[in-house]
């Protein structure tokens, strides 16, 4: 039978982490294992072939001397022991960076290692602008130089599309399919949403890595989670991330919040007891001034609006601020979406404008979080639909969120029919497709892990397919669905390079143990930094049917 001789899709090794094998390339080797349930690509990570990496195996508590080699998941560093070549992951190790580090986990064939002390530091070293960088866990690639940064991602991406992926890297058509990476010109102030948290326990990050404990104090804290702690809190007094008119909010209420006057406790999560939950600051663009136009929200845990009243005189004296909400979570769960929504000030939605189309946008809302990038993405997303401008074709929108991408394509197709499984983001893009005079746009809520046959079949033929799943990707059920489609054009935007790449490797080569011949050819990738100092890389993708 014919599926005999589709390349061979691999074991599903759930969790595999075969840090030990060679790495192999499509071309000339069968591939390496794979996994749908390896979602970050970890299962492929660089390995060393060493002869002495294949005998050697460090132990729990053991402290070792390594190299940082490169970059991967979550901007963890693949680190190589000094003498034996073993790969073990390290958090905050960058490319070049000789260090000891202590093996913190060890499970199967993998390990991490917490860095003890840096030896040399790594090769792009630049001073962090930010003073909470060693410690927040948000920009943690701040000290390396930007273009060092795009390095790391760029390379990142071609690994996962070779390894996962199974294209081949010693092709020269595939040095034409991979695109260098776009970078982001505005490299701070680029979110457009903040989530900051209220905490019981201020966390103090150690000042060596040789120190294990972190210093606990009782103060109240407004900030950002601690990394890899759920109940304490890095206080911070501005985020370099966010807009110069968020980080003015933020300053009123860090100097006010505190005040045992106006008697405003932290939400405790191990007493469930106190009143404030989380602060979000969102800063979106008015269509006719230009102007940041900003929405505070306080997520508390029940709804008492008059001990807001000191606070909200001094936050809304501030121009920018045009909406203040409060969401109500009264469960002693951690999420920010609440049961009950007030508005305290001004209006309930902020005004954000893509690609000409405008967006009005309620605290509870998903929206692109780099409204800047997102034009250059939006355009990107665009030039690979490749539209001919006639007004005829059919696109399918899949994973649409609020409608944004479907609809920044609306006026030169014939009709945009778009699928989210959130209920919410359907009823936005519905609004937004009428604020915008788009009514060639249907929107319907469904999931589409759990589509069957039918799927697809009360709707005309697909000429463009948009995909935007999230981190994991797609599930086989559509990847059985794409094939069937036979969609021209297939655009797959991810947020996730590793998903990405398995993804592409099962469109484009089939999928032998499902019965499922891959028709798709691979035309571009093209990586985008939506987030620097970030780990995160977004790829646009286009395929071609064969
Ligand atoms: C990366 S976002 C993309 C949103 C949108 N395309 C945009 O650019 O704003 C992924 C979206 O997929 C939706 N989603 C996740 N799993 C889904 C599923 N199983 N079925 C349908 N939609 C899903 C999420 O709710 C989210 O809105």
Redesign the pocket.
């Known amino acids: 039978m014919a599926v005999a001789a589709f390349p061979s899709c691999g074991a599903r090794r759930l969790n595999a982490r075969p840090w030990l094998h060679a790495v192999r390339s499509s071309a000339s080797s069968p591939s390496p294992p794979r996994s749908p349930s390896d979602v970050d690509g970890l299962g492929t990570a660089p390995a060393s072939t060493a002869a002495a990496a294949r005998s050697f195996f460090p132990k729990r508590g053991q402290t070792l001397e390594l190299v940082c080699e490169s970059l991967a998941f979550k901007g963890k560093g693949v680190c190589k022991v000094v003498d034996t070549g073993f790969v073990l992951m390290c958090d905050r190790a960058l490319p070049g960076e000789r260090f000891l580090g202590r093996v913190s986990r060890k499970k199967g064939n993998y390990a991490e290692v917490t860095k003890l002390k840096t030896i040399s530091p790594h090769w792009d070293l630049v001073e962090a602008p930010c003073e909470y960088a060693s410690a927040c866990g948000g920009c943690k690639t701040q000290n390396l130089a930007y273009e060092a940064q795009l390095r790391a991602k760029e390379q990142q991406v071609r690994d996962l599309i070779v390894r996962m992926g199974r294209f081949s890297d010693g092709d020269p058509e595939f040095a034409s399919v991979l695109k260098p990476i776009v970078p982001c010109d505005l490299k701070f102030h680029y979110r457009n949403k903040m989530e900051f948290s209220f905490g019981a326990q201020r966390w103090i990050p150690r000042d060596s890595f040789i120190d294990d404990h972190d210093q606990i104090e009782s103060g109240f804290a407004l900030g950002l989670h601690a990394p890899g702690f759920f109940d304490k809190v890095l206080h911070i007094e501005k985020c370099l991330l966010q807009s110069e008119a968020a980080n003015k909010v933020l300053a009123v209420i860090q100097d006010s919040w505190r005040d045992p006057d106006l008697g405003l406790s932290p939400y405790d999560v191990h007493t469930h007891g106190g009143f404030l939950k989380h602060l979000m600051l969102r800063t979106g663009r008015d269509v006719k001034t230009g102007l940041p136009e900003l929405m505070v929200n306080f997520v508390t845990s029940s709804y008492r609006p008059k001990l807001f009243e000191p606070l909200i005189n001094k936050i809304s004296a501030i121009p920018e601020v045009v909406s203040i909400m409060n969401n109500v979570n009264s469960s002693v769960g951690n999420t920010s979406v609440g049961e009950e929504e007030y508005v305290l000030h001004g209006k309930s939605t902020i005004t954000e404008t893509l690609r000409g189309l405008t967006f009005q946008i309620s605290a509870n809302s998903?929206?692109?979080t780099n409204s800047y990038q997102?034009e250059v993405?939006?355009k990107l997303i665009e030039d690979c639909a490749g539209l001919r401008g006639d007004g005829s074709e059919i696109v399918l929108?899949?994973?649409?969120?609020?409608?944004?991408?479907?609809l920044t394509l609306a006026k030169r197709v014939r009709h945009v029919y778009?699928?989210?499984?959130?209920a919410e983001?359907i009823s936005d893009a519905r609004r937004n497709a009428e604020l915008n005079d788009i009514h060639n746009a249907t929107f319907v809520?469904?999931?589409?892990?759990?589509i069957n046959d039918n799927f697809g079949s009360d709707l005309p033929k697909a000429d463009i397919v948009?995909l935007?799943?999230?981190?994991?990707g797609l599930?086989m059920k559509l990847i059985k669905y794409l094939v069937k489609l036979q969609a021209p054009r297939v655009v797959y935007?991810s947020?996730n390079p590793a998903s990405c790449a398995r993804d592409l490797d099962y469109l484009c080569h089939g999928v032998a143990d499902q019965g499922i011949r891959g028709c798709y050819q691979l035309k571009s990738i093209q990586p985008v930094d939506m987030f620097p100092h970030t780990p995160h890389i977004e790829c646009v993708c286009l395929l071609e049917l064969h």
């Not at 935007?468 to 994991?472: A, C, K, V």
């Open positions: 998903f929206f692109q997102a993405l939006y929108d899949l994973f649409c969120g609020t409608g944004t991408i479907g778009g699928y989210e499984v959130v983001a809520q469904g999931d589409l892990n759990k948009i935007d799943p999230n981190r994991p599930h935007v947020c």
